[in-house]
């Protein structure tokens, strides 16, 4: 998967135009912020969690990290991130880069409430050098977000 991957997908609500691509890395939150001149937590980070035999994600804030309580609570297992291996096999995406779009048939996708503080937020798109700002609602639909949980405290 690629960016190009992501901005066709994208084009389904017209916005393929919108992905924002970087000259320099916003593969992490503190890069993202940076080359965007945001906060932290608005950038929307894709997280990978092993499931069984596959995997789930779940968009975060960026300022926020996983509780491990929470995440058991809601998700009825123990949170056990992805290797970066595992993570392009399972999304298609390499780490820095992953993001809640044009995934893998199946693959669900969870959003943290944390990302409701903000009017908008700012997902990877497929690349780390790339992002879309989004509303909260805007993710929910072009994401397919499942559920909204709370699996997560701020750092």
Request: with cysteine; net charge neutral.
């Amino acid at each position: 998967m690629s960016v190009e991957d992501v901005k066709k997908y994208l084009d389904k609500w017209g916005r393929g135009k919108d992905v924002l691509e970087f000259d320099s890395s916003s593969a992490t939150v503190e890069l993202a912020a940076a080359v965007l001149g945001v906060e932290s937590g608005r950038i929307a980070k894709t997280l990978s969690f092993k499931q069984g035999e596959g995997c789930i994600l779940i968009v975060t804030a960026g300022d926020t990290r996983i509780d491990n309580s929470k995440f058991k609570a809601e998700i009825g297992c123990r949170a056990s991130m992805l290797s970066p291996d595992e993570v392009l096999k399972h999304t298609g995406y390499a780490v820095g880069g992953v993001c809640p779009f044009a995934l893998p048939q199946g693959l669900r996708v969870y959003a943290d409430i944390s990302l409701k503080r903000y009017r908008t937020i700012f997902p990877a798109c497929g690349s780390s050098n790339s992002a879309i700002e989004l509303t909260v609602d805007e993710l929910t639909e072009y994401a397919g977000i499942e559920k909204w949980v709370d699996v997560c405290k701020t750092r």
